[in-house]
């Protein structure tokens, strides 16, 4: 089985299924700022960065979390296509 590979700001490919990160976005469109969000999930500047940039990907619970918080559905985090 293949490893997560980055392939470029806010996507990551794994063989043929690639996923691009809205969390970005969605939080600049929300209003939290990202310091209450850290807080709120319990994770550093770098960690919420990297999940928005598409870097690294949240565990599922915290997928949830987070999409509890910003009104959204876990699908509207990422989106998923085949290649």
């Known amino acids: ?14 063989g043929d299924i690639m996923l691009k990160s809205n969390i970005g976005e969605i939080i600049k469109n929300s209003p939290y700022r ?3 969000i ?8 770098n960690t919420l960065s990297n999940w928005c940039r598409g870097k690294t990907t949240p565990k599922a619970e915290d997928l949830f979390k987070l ?6 559905s876990v699908d509207e985090l990422y ?5």
């Open 79 to 83: 989106e998923y296509t085949e290649d």
């Open 1 to 14: 089985m293949k490893g997560f590979l980055v392939v470029g700001v806010e996507s990551i490919n794994r």
């Open 67 to 72: 999409a509890k918080l910003l009104g959204k």
């Open 34 to 36: 990202r310091d209450y």
């Open 38 to 45: 850290e807080k709120h999930m319990e994770v550093s500047t």
